[in-house]
């Protein structure tokens, strides 16, 4: 069962935007300029960003304010959208995610950015730069290309728990543990995270209760650990999460038994949305953790791949709202300095030329 998150990779609508001719950095610069300078949408872009989330729509606007032209193609599908607020974003304290996203994206358009609704499926280089192709066949080109496609979170196997993922079936204390303080909540055992979820959730509730689930047996150690807290082990697998009135009121175990719970943490596999990195050559790895997999990157989120950039929980399973936005800031600050290296660098070659010319 999984959770698919981030925005850039759903259906929807995309705006016609043709693939540009190839052409030097001049003319793409040149074209950007233009499209500043009259309102008009560029063919081609200095910055394509996939994924409207956090990471892409902070790159954007640092972008935008670099007087970047940028492009953000997104399926307005955030990955947090079950959540009803986004918390430890500063000032944005329990914001809805969609409203997050609405202010997020005024802003890349007030700095005169473009979005675009669509499904990216692939990406190709070109002499100018890159192409991504979108579901519906429209391509949108760039100079650069930046990656914000965020996760999918990978549920383990129980009945009716993909429909509470986000609501009252939890994964993360930090995002949501002041919300659950002093309920009853099940730990609900499927991965290596499982003693660590249940030790941190006690710091909000006394009331813990370790479902083993498929999980291995604790070590003498970790069942110390577990009743030095207080943390209730029930072994067995659990079958269902019980709902009723659209509120999960328990478990039911394979056995047939019940649990009353108020909520219950799980441990999703975090897997990278890498689909259009994948068409680049750039492949998603097994995060040292064991959490799932993220796509490799230089600090900043350059990839192996000159001109391609992460950003996010593509690159960084851990991160939440605000260090994926603020990962993007860094993103579109690294892209920023690459493109003005570019343009430094047939500005120079340029004017050599014109040099020559001019003294023969």
Not at 4 to 21: F, I, L, W
Request: glycine content about 14%; charged content about 15%; aromatic content about 4%.
């Amino acid at each position: 069962m999984t959770h698919t998150g981030n925005a850039g990779t759903g259906g929807g609508p995309a705006a016609a935007v043709e693939e540009g001719p190839a052409g030097t950095a001049v003319a793409a610069v040149a074209t950007a300029e233009t499209a500043r300078s009259t309102g008009a949408s560029p063919t081609a872009y200095d910055v394509v960003i996939v994924g409207g989330g956090a990471a892409g729509l902070s790159a954007a606007v640092a972008l935008g304010r670099a007087l970047r032209s940028v492009a953000v193609i997104d399926a307005g599908e955030p990955r947090n959208a079950p959540a009803e607020g986004v918390h430890n974003f500063l000032t944005r304290d329990g914001i809805n995610p969609f409203e997050l996203q609405r202010i997020g994206r005024a802003e890349v358009e007030s700095y005169g950015g473009t979005m675009i609704a669509g499904t990216a499926v692939a990406a190709r280089r070109t002499s100018a730069g890159f192409a991504v192709t979108l579901g519906d066949g429209t391509v949108v080109s760039g100079r650069r290309l930046l990656v914000a496609t965020g996760l999918t979170d990978e549920l383990p196997d129980v009945a009716g728990l993909q429909s509470r993922f986000g609501r009252d079936a939890l994964h993360c204390p930090y995002c949501h543990g002041w919300e659950v303080r002093g309920t009853e909540i099940g730990i609900l055992a499927s991965g290596p995270r499982a003693m660590h979820q249940a030790l941190m959730f006690r710091q909000w509730s006394a009331r813990i209760t370790l479902f083993l689930h498929t999980a291995p047996e604790p070590t003498d150690d970790e069942l110390e650990q577990l009743a030095a807290r207080g943390i209730t082990v029930v072994r067995g697998s659990v079958a269902a999460v019980v709902v009723v009135d659209d509120a999960l009121i328990g478990v039911r175990m394979a056995d047939g038994s019940r649990h009353p719970l108020d909520n219950i943490v799980v441990g999703p596999r975090f897997v990278a949305r890498s689909e259009v990195l994948e068409s680049l050559g750039i492949h998603a790895e097994e995060h040292p953790t064991g959490a799932g997999t993220f796509v490799p990157s230089a600090p900043g989120g350059l990839t192996a791949v000159p001109g391609v950039w992460v950003a996010g929980n593509v690159a960084d399973p851990m991160a939440q709202v605000v260090s994926s936005a603020a990962a993007g800031l860094m993103a579109g600050a690294g892209i920023n300095a690459d493109l003005t290296a570019a343009d430094l660098n047939e500005a120079v070659r340029v004017y050599r030329l014109a040099g020559a010319r001019t003294a023969s």
